[in-house]
Every structure is written in structure tokens, then in C-alpha cells.
């Protein structure tokens, strides 16, 4: 249960998200039969969010913090560390494992104050 990652294309090895830090992610977001239900780079624009803030699915803040800027992944995301039992009607069923094809270009550090 969780989130797995599969490497598609090594990053940069070294420069990697800590919570807190806006991401910049090309991203397309598909059921595991093939079904697109979202998809940025089809927008044009990449998903910019605050990472390990809760701002998005549990499986994007364990798993996008494991990958190194320029890194491209699949991440493959159980029901739990998604949308659970109650899903995202209507485009994604209740109980459904996730996957995203998930790409990070950009990482801006989060501020101290």
C-alpha cells in the first residue's frame, strides 16, 4: 500500500523537494486500464503546488519528494494514498489505484522567516 516509483529518466541526482517547496510537475494522471482522467501536459501548462502541505493526494506528497529535479517517474498510487473509498466522481472510481506519469522541472525553496 502506498506509492511505488518506477524510473523512466534519471534527474539531476542530487536536487531533491523537501516539504514546504513549491514543484513545478508536467504530469498525466491515468487509471491502471489506460484511462487518462488528467493530464497538464494536455493543458499545456505545468501543475505548480506546495509539496508535503497536504495540497494534494498523499501519494504525490511521499512520492514526489523521492525524485531529483528533471527526474521522470511513474508513480503507481494505492487507493489509500489517493482518493480512497469515495473516489473523484466522475472520473475516477471509488477504491482506484492511480497512476501519473510525472515529470519535475522546477523547484522553488521554501522561504524562511
Request: net charge neutral; proline share 7%; hydrophobic share 35%.
Amino acid at each position: 500500500m502506498g506509492v511505488t516509483i518506477d524510473k523512466i529518466s534519471a534527474g539531476d541526482g542530487k536536487t531533491f523537494p523537501t516539504a514546504g517547496d513549491t514543484v513545478e510537475i508536467h504530469y498525466i494522471g491515468t487509471l491502471v486500464d489506460g484511462t487518462v482522467f488528467d493530464s497538464s501536459r494536455e493543458r499545456g501548462a505545468p501543475f505548480v503546488t506546495e509539496i508535503g502541505a497536504g495540497k494534494v493526494i498523499q501519494g504525490w506528497d511521499e512520492g514526489v519528494p523521492k525524485l531529483s529535479l528533471g527526474q521522470k517517474a511513474m508513480l503507481t498510487i494505492t487507493p489509500d494514498c489517493a482518493y480512497g473509498a469515495r473516489g473523484f466522481p466522475p472520473v475516477i472510481p471509488p477504491n482506484s489505484t492511480l497512476q501519473f506519469e510525472v515529470e519535475l522541472l522546477k523547484i522553488t525553496r521554501k522561504t524562511k522567516s
